[in-house]
């Protein structure tokens, strides 16, 4: 007897509440969907940032092989030049214009891992006090 009364019980509710199951039911169904794709997003990042570590030794790598020198004038135009350590035939001359202190120190900032020398003349000692500040931020 007590399983006809559960049974009816059971036909009433979803009758009774059919909208309300079927709602939860979608709900359910696109939060599993949603659950998807963000574990597919987060193996996505996984792997890019992977390749972003990857990128970033290979510059570095590539940075510690090269080797920057700055020329500043103030009055004149100042210059940079890349080679490769050790080999004074892989020369690159980069003419920096009238590039002001700032300008020159974020162009440097690429070769941040590289060994770089920053030559100014005798009375420009103010140069290299104003590059050494910007790196060091």
């Not at 020369?91 to 590039?99: E, P, R």
């Not at 770089?116 to 931020?137: C, S, V, Y």
Request: hydrophobic content about 35%.
């Amino acid at each position: 007897m007590q399983t006809v009364i559960d049974k009816f019980k059971y036909m009433l509710k979803n009758w009774l509440f059919s909208q309300e199951i079927d709602d939860i039911k979608t709900t359910r169904t696109k939060t599993e969907e949603m659950i998807t794709k963000l574990n597919m997003i987060n193996d996505r990042y996984s792997e890019l940032r992977g390749y972003e570590i990857a990128l970033n030794e290979a510059k570095r790598t590539l940075a510690s092989c090269m080797e920057v020198g700055v020329d500043v004038h103030l009055k004149g135009g100042s210059w940079a030049v890349i080679c490769l350590k050790g080999k004074a035939e892989y020369v690159k001359f980069i003419d920096l214009g009238h590039s002001n202190i700032m300008q020159i120190s974020q162009y440097l900032r690429q070769f941040e891992d590289s060994h770089t020398t920053i030559d100014a003349g005798p009375f420009d000692h103010q140069i290299r006090i104003e590059m050494n500040k910007l790196w060091d931020e």
